[in-house]
């Protein structure tokens, strides 16, 4: 019922940028919090930034200063700008949202189908 459909994926070199994008379809009533996980093979998959609808952002130690998160309310999408890349932000990056459908009782989390960071020279 929800879609999350992830686009800005790369290969970067250190000290680059990316910019990923996530929209959210469907029939959707409100989206409380959006945000970004990424996981790495053999590890848990690890927050890296959120946004609520009042855009009150909130960051992984790893990213502050670098990653910075948005949202456009009137098209459900996040962004997630990544400045100074380094070879250990390479991952695949999923977009997380949790979505109040029509009539629902309540929120519930949707994931995209990821995208793949790659930071090296």
């Known amino acids: 019922q929800v879609q999350l459909v992830e686009s800005g994926g790369g290969l970067v070199q250190p000290g680059g940028s990316l910019r990923l994008s996530c929209a959210a379809s469907g029939s959707i009533f409100s989206i409380p919090v959006m945000g970004w996980y990424r996981q790495v093979p053999g590890k848990q998959r690890e927050s890296v930034a959120s946004i609520t609808s009042g855009s009150r952002p909130n960051y992984a130690d790893s990213v502050k200063g670098r990653f910075t998160i948005s949202r456009d309310n009137a098209n459900n999408t996040v962004y997630l700008q990544m400045n100074s890349l380094k070879p250990e932000d390479t991952a695949v990056y999923y977009c997380?949202?949790?979505?109040?459908?029509?009539?629902?009782?309540?929120?519930?989390?949707?994931w995209g189908q990821g995208t793949q960071v790659t930071v090296s020279s």
């Open positions: 997380n949202a949790l979505v109040v459908l029509v009539h629902s009782s309540g929120p519930s989390p949707s």
